[in-house]
Nanobody, 129 residues
Framework: QVHLVESGGGSVQAGNSLKLSCAVS????????VAWFRQSPGQEREGVAI????????VYADSLEGRFTISRDSDKNMVYLQMDSLKPEDTAMYYC??????????????????????WGQGTQVTVSS
């Protein structure tokens, strides 16, 4: 059973940066696809970025305009989300999600929450103007 714990959220002013962390345990870290999602009140959970192991390919939501960066530290079993030039519309609960490549189909959509069986509890990010 994969266990995910997010940290690093907080309240910042627009234009500032935050770095979120996701501690991954209970699975083979090098064999997991790990993604970040976010959800605002009344909104659907939105895929932010995904990191595909075995090559470290990354994909980002188009709406981010290059402001976020997903990365990992395999020695620490950690996945990070560096968020720069934050905007008030980035305010949301941010979640870490994981899935085994063994269950990833050719038509699986990385940005859909239904694609991931493992989730953390979330960390709140609030950006004020």
């Amino acid at each position: 059973q994969v266990h995910l714990v997010e940290s690093g959220g907080g309240s910042v002013q627009a234009g500032n940066s935050l770095k979120l962390s996701c501690a991954v345990s209970g699975g083979t870290f090098s064999r997991l696809f790990v993604a970040w999602f976010r959800q605002s009140p009344g909104q659907e959970r939105e895929g932010v970025a995904i990191l595909f192991t075995g090559g470290d390919k990354t994909v980002y939501a188009d709406s981010l305009e290059g402001r976020f960066t997903i990365s990992r530290d395999s020695d620490k079993n950690m996945v990070y989300l560096q968020m720069d030039s934050l905007k008030p519309e980035d305010t949301a609960m941010y979640y870490c999600a994981a899935v085994s490549p063994a269950t990833w189909l050719a038509n699986t959509r990385w940005s859909r929450a239904e694609s991931y069986p493992y989730w953390g509890q979330g960390t709140q990010v609030t950006v004020s103007s």
